[in-house]
């Protein structure tokens, strides 16, 4: 087991502890007890914890109150699944001394957090991510938020977690699909942050899809180190943080576009497709880079190119109502080599004329 903390210096909460480990989940509630001793729990999850059997793993034979989200997955994440987390609160007489726990994937723990933050004005959360997107990327940094009828994260806050509890064998229970999808933020990560870690990703592609515990320990590691050093230094995404979001800004586009039908991860792999084919157009890129990355995609058996039902003009009009656009428009994270972010003028997302994404995506 490995222990890990996360200083935000911006709140009030200077710090908070990341547990991974395997086969710790049975194990957990007297940590979280121990931790959180003066507050009621609140446990928000989803239908598919339940028939894997994970929150029954977690809460062994406490009756502790729980919401389950149903149907599991984007279609409830909106405010109406956050008004009836809410709303399921307050009939259990909740208040301002609760720890609401998220113990499921990304979707839960984003629609948990979110309720977390406005709940009372506000009550600390614990994640429990449960798949390859939430352990490596959403359970760690406090971005929460829900969707609108017209674009990703509408309504959403930053709200640190208290703690996050990593247990690499929940990965073992999810179809093979979403594990691999999920993969791509470690990948992103790598690309961002670590050649060393790309490199070892490269190296061990085969445990890594076999699940091998202490190879999946291993990426929780790199993935959570890459994570808090970035949300450290820009917790409010005012400026490095954006590096994040590699891939992402063609990646919602597309995802959103598919009406959801493309995981998240299989849309940011196409995202990141494209943005190394932008960094070619800038001439920052390099085609060896754009194989070497394309390679490792094809190897998680996640989509490089476009659907061929998804069309630039609506891709266009998505990416304008961008949640970082300004002026319609949004600034792009770029490469400038495997592991190492583009900065111009000390920025770390940069302007894109549309006139090259359009092309891009023409080419994808």
Same mark, same amino acid.
């Given at each position: 087991m490995a222990e @890990?903390?996360? #200083?935000?210096?911006? $709140?009030k909460?200077?710090s908070y502890k990341?547990?991974?480990g395997?086969?710790?989940?049975?194990?957990?509630?007297?940590k979280?007890e121990?931790?959180?001793?003066?507050?009621?729990? +609140?446990?928000?999850?989803?239908?598919?914890?339940?028939s894997?059997?994970?929150?029954?793993?977690?809460l062994?034979?406490r009756?502790?109150?729980?919401?389950v989200?149903?149907?599991? %997955?984007?279609i409830s994440k909106?405010t109406n699944t956050?008004?009836?987390?809410i709303?399921?609160?307050?009939k259990a007489?909740?208040?301002?001394d609760?720890? *609401?726990?998220?113990? %499921?994937?990304?979707t839960? %723990?984003?629609?948990?957090? +979110?309720a977390a933050?406005?709940f009372?004005?506000?009550?600390?959360?614990?994640?429990?991510p449960?798949t390859?997107v939430?352990?490596?990327?959403s359970?760690?940094?406090g971005?929460?938020?829900?969707?609108s009828?017209?674009?990703?994260n509408?309504?959403?806050?930053?709200?640190?977690p208290?703690? $996050?509890?990593i247990?690499v064998e929940?990965?073992?229970? @999810?179809?093979?699909r979403?594990y691999?999808?999920g993969l791509?933020?470690?990948?992103k990560? !790598?690309? /961002?942050?670590?050649s060393?870690?790309?490199a070892?990703?490269?190296?061990?592609?085969e445990?890594?899809?076999?699940?091998?515990?202490?190879?999946?320990?291993e990426i929780?590691? +790199?993935n959570?180190?890459?994570?808090?050093?970035?949300v450290?230094?820009?917790?409010?995404?005012?400026?490095?943080?954006r590096?994040?979001n590699?891939?992402?800004t063609?990646?919602?586009?597309?995802?959103?576009?598919?009406?959801?039908?493309? @995981?998240h991860?299989?849309?940011?792999? /196409?995202g990141?497709?494209g943005?190394?084919?932008i960094?070619?157009e800038?001439?920052?890129?390099?085609k060896?880079?754009?194989?070497?990355i394309?390679?490792?995609l094809?190897?998680l !058996?996640?989509?490089t190119?476009?659907p061929q039902?998804?069309?630039?003009?609506?891709?266009?009009?998505?990416?304008?109502?961008d #949640?970082?656009?300004i002026n319609?428009w949004p600034?792009?994270?770029?490469?400038d080599k495997?592991?190492?972010?583009h900065?111009s003028?000390? #920025?770390?997302?940069?302007d894109?004329?549309?006139?090259v *994404?359009?092309?891009?995506?023409e #080419?994808i």
């Amino acid at each position: 087991m490995a222990e @890990l903390t996360v #200083k935000i210096p911006e $709140v009030k909460a200077e710090s908070y502890k990341i547990t991974i480990g395997a086969q710790i989940l049975s194990s957990l509630w007297p940590k979280i007890e121990s931790q959180f001793p003066a507050f009621n729990k +609140f446990v928000v999850t989803d239908e598919n914890l339940v028939s894997t059997g994970h929150l029954k793993e977690l809460l062994g034979k406490r009756d502790i109150p729980t919401f389950v989200i149903s149907p599991p %997955g984007e279609i409830s994440k909106n405010t109406n699944t956050v008004i009836a987390i809410i709303e399921a609160m307050e009939k259990a007489a909740l208040g301002r001394d609760t720890l *609401v726990i998220a113990l %499921g994937g990304g979707t839960v %723990g984003d629609i948990a957090g +979110f309720a977390a933050a406005i709940f009372k004005r506000g009550v600390p959360i614990a994640h429990i991510p449960t798949t390859t997107v939430a352990q490596a990327d959403s359970s760690i940094g406090g971005k929460t938020g829900v969707d609108s009828s017209i674009s990703k994260n509408a309504f959403g806050a930053f709200w640190q977690p208290a703690a $996050v509890y990593i247990d690499v064998e929940t990965l073992k229970t @999810l179809p093979d699909r979403e594990y691999r999808a999920g993969l791509v933020e470690s990948v992103k990560h !790598a690309l /961002i942050a670590d050649s060393k870690y790309f490199a070892f990703f490269e190296g061990n592609i085969e445990a890594i899809l076999e699940r091998e515990p202490k190879v999946l320990e291993e990426i929780a590691e +790199f993935n959570c180190r890459i994570k808090a050093n970035v949300v450290e230094a820009d917790p409010t995404e005012k400026n490095q943080r954006r590096i994040l979001n590699y891939g992402h800004t063609i990646g919602h586009a597309v995802e959103s576009a598919s009406g959801y039908e493309l @995981l998240h991860g299989e849309a940011v792999a /196409i995202g990141i497709i494209g943005a190394a084919f932008i960094e070619i157009e800038l001439g920052i890129g390099s085609k060896k880079r754009l194989t070497r990355i394309k390679n490792i995609l094809e190897k998680l !058996a996640v989509p490089t190119e476009m659907p061929q039902k998804v069309q630039k003009e609506t891709l266009i009009e998505l990416i304008k109502r961008d #949640k970082k656009a300004i002026n319609k428009w949004p600034k792009f994270v770029l490469l400038d080599k495997l592991g190492a972010v583009h900065v111009s003028q000390d #920025k770390w997302a940069i302007d894109v004329p549309q006139d090259v *994404v359009e092309k891009v995506l023409e #080419k994808i």
